[in-house]
């Protein structure tokens, strides 16, 4: 179990490495391989205002024309130490981790992204309580009640909840639900307000957000549980649970959910890892500062360091959320701990 | 120790150790020794069956004999050539003549292509031109193996069991093998399906002039179908004999204690019959016991046993034994006896 | 009337393809004590057989009817939640495979525990020294270490054993052991039988022993009951069966099967053509695509279905062929291929 663990953690280190390494390739390399000079790199860093000669200042105190191996260590020593950005007029400190510093703001990304990943965080929690609970529960019943109209109803809606766009039902919820509309379930103002501040402001702005992307998850996990507890329910071992002469409430949740839920663990993490890196979509249709809108405004100006910041924080949590499922693997199911 | 001066298959210290690796760095830490030094030889047109529980390694032994596992250590020798390190490419031409037929009649066909195409694809593979089309000489062995001809164009999913072990049948017939390995060719079928597939390999034996591996765990199945059988036991031979001295008088304490164990239809003899009953399961060929390996489980069981472990000797004309304390052994043989050249 | 009797028992299952007759129309008895085998090819009808009497078949798509009695009460008719309260404590069973019978995720010990304590209102620390208790009984070496083990730490036969202590960890009355050593080596097989057959007599129980080998119940069985297309087409005492067998199906199983007991013979007997489908079982006579001796019951095969009638003290068969002419095709013509050198 041990050996376990630490064999993990190593894995996610190296993961972690390779993820820096695809971040600074996507950034740095691909670019350079599809025929940009050092020069038109720079262009990108320091903004469409900027003449020839600025950019080519920028380019060589940006380092862009040292070796690679080079400009990867010090893109890698950044993220651990912290890095100097020689901006002519001054030095600007990125304290560690620095993924990476905005030319246009001139401000180092991580900060930015500190600010806007409680909106994240709260908003891909709750969500997560939600469809967990809501994808879980309808899966159950629908599987249990194979072939009755709630089955097929809730089937139905379910496969709308997957192919539907989140700014589809995102407006839609808008129309409906939001301050001032016939089904009105938000308060005034609507605008994020952080748990510490106030927590029933907290959820009462993030409810309607909540909802929406609850909905298209909750919709694919009542699809696999649904098919997961159809599969347990058919194992030998549900039987021998029913010939025990236990009752069927627990046969079915202790014996069938429990070995129906094992493999939902994994694409729950997975899920959960993703969106701690911004619901995009989620938060531009609600106006949300989280990541995915920082996201989105930096890909609107250009802005790359603030895009590369952000892959690198959701590649973070994929890998810690991978980590923290492989764990969890082995407490649920005992034959892992084998290896 | 075969009369004839070249069996078709011979086998000598056989081995197959997969490596067990642990830790971080995947370093190897053990290995199962599935196969641990096997030596017998086939002779052209018999029945050798391969008997011993699961796990003693009897599927591994068929792999290697066929090669589509490679051993690592020993020597497999077919028609007099060494194939034991031989190429896959080098080995195409050799699979015509070695074919293997599998367990499980349901997993074993594919199940998207015809029976047409399943009995068919030796000779594609192959390259083998055919007198009257490669579709006449499939027909031709669907009838052989008691299969409408007519249902070329038919899937596997709408046969029975029995009917998918003669399709698997069937394609290992295709380009008249010399040797095949049937790798428990009935235990997944229902018994009355079972002598059908029997009798089936025996008719086509004798019209075929095939020689059989045959790999069972039944003994009853094995009697019926060999003509020597070797016993097995945590990778290694413990006794090998023609049928009627293997089960009349079997000298390893294991295959005694096989026999014993096998439920038989008698009523009236059932409270009388003396019963070996061995204690355990068989332990993890991951570790398993020094010298005898069958020592942990035996009831004869002696110090020597624990150290010193026993050559595979002859014992009597063709029946070779490994065990320090043999059973029913004539008076004058000698245990492990040197004189006996035998490769233990 | 005997502790369990079936009556007319019928299971069929509505299917796409049609209306499956698992069990069309079983009888039988058994006695606290006695051990009777049914034997069967697969797909014959035993295990829904053994399903039934356990009343697991209820809320499903099964349509059940016939009588089945327990002790005097009847539990076709009884509601689902009474039938519950009698299984795992009056009834148990054993199932074939027990890594998949037994859960992954819980202990050996866990799940005994839970079996003894839906039943009797104990603290945990004590249902787990009965199980403790119970493991040693069904020869697990070192039971208080091995109880916390999960199943896949054991090895085959001794989770044959763990199964076997989960069964009877509520004493039960009645044990139905379907396919309980097919997935096990000989020499565990032998084992597991022993323990079963010295458990029997311990707990006086009656027990079923379900399987597709004539060995096995050769071993244990009193009465035999044997099966075909969802019919019990032969019955009779263990010498019945095997000494004076009088159905063609139960010579043909004989035939089929190599035997050690015997000198070997120079080809097995088997049965033409295979096991029927329960959706289209054959007209008539169920067995008569298959059958040797078809031709001379005057036509009636395939049209009548035979009756189970009673040849001799309680021995059952479903043939239209006379009673003479049954024992004078054994006696002639099929014991001494059996028998052949
Ligand atoms: N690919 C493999 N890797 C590791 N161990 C293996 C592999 N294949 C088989 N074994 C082990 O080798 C032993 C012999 O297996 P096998 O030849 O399948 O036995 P049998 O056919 O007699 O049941 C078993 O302990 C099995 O677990
Ligand atoms: N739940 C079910 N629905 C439909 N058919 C079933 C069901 N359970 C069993 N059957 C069918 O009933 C027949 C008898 O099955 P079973 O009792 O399991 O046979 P066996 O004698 O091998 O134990 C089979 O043809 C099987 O397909
Ligand atoms: S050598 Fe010893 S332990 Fe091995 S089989 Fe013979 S008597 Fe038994
Ligand atoms: S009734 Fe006819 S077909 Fe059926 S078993 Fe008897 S002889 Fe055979
Ligand atoms: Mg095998
Ligand atoms: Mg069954």
Redesign the interface.
């Given at each position: 179990m041990v050996t376990y663990i630490i064999r993990r953690l190593i894995w996610g280190v190296v993961m972690l490495a390779i993820v820096s390494m695809t971040t600074f390739a996507i950034f740095f390399l691909v670019p350079r391989l599809a025929g940009a000079t050092s020069d038109s790199l720079a262009a990108r860093y320091v903004g469409r205002t900027a003449n020839a000669e600025q950019v080519k200042i920028a380019a060589e105190r940006l380092g862009f024309n040292d070796p690679l191996i080079v400009q990867y260590g010090r893109f890698a020593k950044g993220i651990v130490v912290g890095a100097d950005y020689n901006y002519g007029p001054g030095v600007e400190r990125c304290p560690a981790p620095c993924l990476g510093y905005s030319f246009l703001t001139r401000l180092p990304v991580w900060p930015d992204l500190l600010t806007r990943l409680p909106v994240t965080i709260s908003l891909a929690l709750g969500a997560a309580v939600i469809w967990l609970i809501a994808g879980v529960a309808t899966g159950v019943v629908s599987a249990l009640r194979r072939g009755s109209f709630f089955d097929r109803a809730s089937m139905s809606i379910a496969l709308a909840g997957v192919s539907l766009p989140i700014f589809f039902t995102g407006i839609v919820s808008l129309v409906l639900f939001s301050y001032g509309r016939p089904f009105a379930i938000t308060a005034p103002g609507g605008s994020f307000t952080p748990f510490f501040t106030n927590p029933v402001q907290w959820a009462y702005s993030l409810l309607l957000p909540w909802i929406t992307l609850a909905f298209l998850y909750a919709a694919g996990y009542a699809r696999l549980t649904r098919s997961g507890m159809l599969e347990t329910m058919n194992?030998?071992?549900i039987?021998?649970?029913?010939?025990?002469?236990?009752?069927?409430r627990v046969v079915v949740f202790k014996?069938g959910l429990?070995?129906a839920l094992?493999p939902i663990l994994t694409i729950f993490g997975l899920d959960l890892g993703l969106l701690m890196g911004g619901a995009v979509l989620t938060e531009s249709t609600f106006s949300l500062p989280g990541i995915g809108k920082y996201a989105i405004d930096a890909i609107t100006s250009q802005d790359l360091p603030k895009v590369m910041g952000v892959v690198l924080v959701t590649a973070f949590f994929v890998v810690l959320a991978n980590l923290v499922v492989d764990l969890l693997y082995a407490v649920?199911?005992?034959?892992v701990r084998l290896t | 120790m075969s009369e004839s001066p070249e069996p078709l298959l011979s086998v000598q210290g056989l081995e197959k150790h997969f490596p067990i690796t642990k830790g971080l760095i995947k370093r190897q830490v053990g290995a199962v020794k599935a196969v641990d030094g096997l030596s017998f030889d086939v002779v052209k047109g018999e029945t050798l069956g391969l008997v011993g529980?699961?796990g003693c390694g009897k599927t591994t032994t068929g792999r290697l004999i066929t090669r589509l596992l490679e051993p690592t250590g020993g020597k497999v020798v077919f028609e007099g050539r060494d194939i034991t390190h031989m190429s896959q490419g080098a080995l195409r031409p050799l699979r015509r003549d070695m074919q293997m037929i599998f367990q499980d009649p349901y997993s074993s066909l594919n199940p998207r292509h015809t029976v047409g195409a399943i009995v068919g694809a030796p000779f594609r593979i192959q390259g083998v031109k055919t007198e009257h089309g490669t579709k006449k000489a499939v027909q031709d062995i669907l009838e052989l193996v008691g299969l409408n001809p007519e249902h070329y164009n038919r899937y596997p999913h709408e046969f029975?069991g029995?009917?998918r072990q003669r399709i698997g049948i069937a394609r290992t017939l295709a380009l008249k093998p010399k040797l095949i390995i049937a790798d428990e060719p009935v235990s997944a079928l229902?018994?009355?399906?079972?002598?059908?597939v029997?009798?089936l390999l025996?008719d086509l034996q004798n019209e075929l002039d095939l020689t059989y591996v045959v790999i069972a765990?039944d003994?009853?199945?094995v009697?019926?179908i060999s003509d020597r059988v070797a016993v097995m036991y945590l990778g290694k031979i413990v006794e090998i004999a023609d049928?009627q001295a293997l089960?009349e008088a079997p000298m390893h304490p294991y295959t005694t204690?096989?026999?014993?164990?096998?439920?038989?239809?008698?009523?009236?003899?059932?409270t009388e019959r003396e019963?070996i009953?061995?204690?355990?399961?068989?332990p993890s060929p991951l570790n398993p016991p020094s010298a005898c390996r069958f020592h942990t489980r035996c009831w004869k069981a002696q110090e020597i046993c624990k150290t010193v472990e026993p050559p595979l000797a002859e014992l009597a004309t063709g029946h070779q034994v490994a065990c320090h304390f043999p059973e029913n052994a004539p008076k004058d043989a000698v245990p492990g006896d040197a004189g006996t050249a035998v490769p233990a | 009337m005997s502790f369990l009797e079936l009556n007319d028992l019928r299971v069929h299952f509505p299917t796409d393809d049609g209306l499956v007759k698992s069990v069309d129309g079983l009888t039988f008895k058994l006695e606290r004590g006695k051990t009777l085998g049914i034997v069967g090819?697969?797909g014959s009808g035993k295990s829904v057989t053994s399903?039934a009497i356990?009343g697991?078949h209820k809320?499903g798509r099964a349509m059940i009817s016939g009588e089945i009695w327990l002790d005097g009460e009847e539990l076709v008719s009884a509601s689902a939640e009474h039938v519950?309260?009698?299984?795992?404590?009056k009834m148990?069973?054993i199932?074939q495979?027990p890594l998949?019978?037994?859960?992954?995720?819980y202990?050996v010990g866990a799940q005994i525990v839970?079996?003894y304590r839906?039943?009797h209102h104990v603290s945990k620390a004590v249902a787990r020294k009965h199980a403790i208790d119970m493991l040693g009984r069904v020869g697990i070496p070192q039971p208080e270490r091995r109880i916390d083990s999960?199943p896949?730490e054991f090895?085959?036969?001794?989770r044959q054993r763990a199964m076997i202590a989960?069964a009877l960890s509520c004493d039960p009355e009645l044990l139905i052991a379907d396919e309980p050593t097919t997935a096990l080596?000989?020499?565990?097989?032998?084992?597991i039988?022993?323990l079963m057959r010295d458990l029997q007599q311990e707990f006086n129980s009656a027990l079923i022993i379900i399987t597709?080998?004539?060995?096995?119940?050769?071993?244990l069985s009193d009465d035999i009951l044997v099966m075909y297309g969802g019919k019990c087409i032969e019955y009779g005492t263990?010498?019945d069966i095997?000494?004076r067998p009088e159905h063609p199906y139960t010579w043909?199983?004989?035939?089929?099967?190599?035997?050690?007991?015997r000198a070997?013979?120079e080809?097995?007997?088997?049965?033409?053509g295979?096991?029927p489908s329960l959706i289209n079982v054959p007209s008539g006579c169920a067995f008569h695509p298959r059958c040797a001796f078809e031709g001379r019951t005057g036509g009636k095969a395939n049209t009548q279905v035979p009756e189970l009638l009673e040849t001799e003290g309680g021995h059952l068969v479903r043939c239209h062929l006379p009673r003479e002419e049954r024992r004078a095709i054994w006696e002639n013509e099929i014991k001494p291929n059996l028998e052949s050198v």
């Open positions: 194992e030998d071992y039987r021998t649970a029913r010939a025990k002469g236990l009752t069927e014996h429990r070995g094992t649920v199911d005992p034959r | 529980e699961s029975s029995g009917q229902d018994v009355s399906i079972q002598a059908q029997v009798n025996e765990h003994l009853s199945v009697r019926h049928r089960y204690a096989l026999l014993s164990a096998v439920p038989v239809p008698d009523v009236k003899r059932r019963r009953r061995l204690q355990g399961d068989v | 090819e697969s399903l356990l697991l809320g519950r309260t009698l299984r795992g404590k148990a069973m199932f495979d998949s019978a037994m859960h992954p995720y202990t839970e079996a839906i039943h999960y896949h090895s085959g036969g001794m989960m080596d000989v020499t565990v097989q032998a084992q039988l022993d597709h080998d004539l060995g096995v119940v050769a071993e263990a010498e095997f000494e043909g199983l004989l035939g089929s099967m190599p035997r050690l007991d070997r013979t080809r097995l007997m088997p049965i033409k295979t096991p």
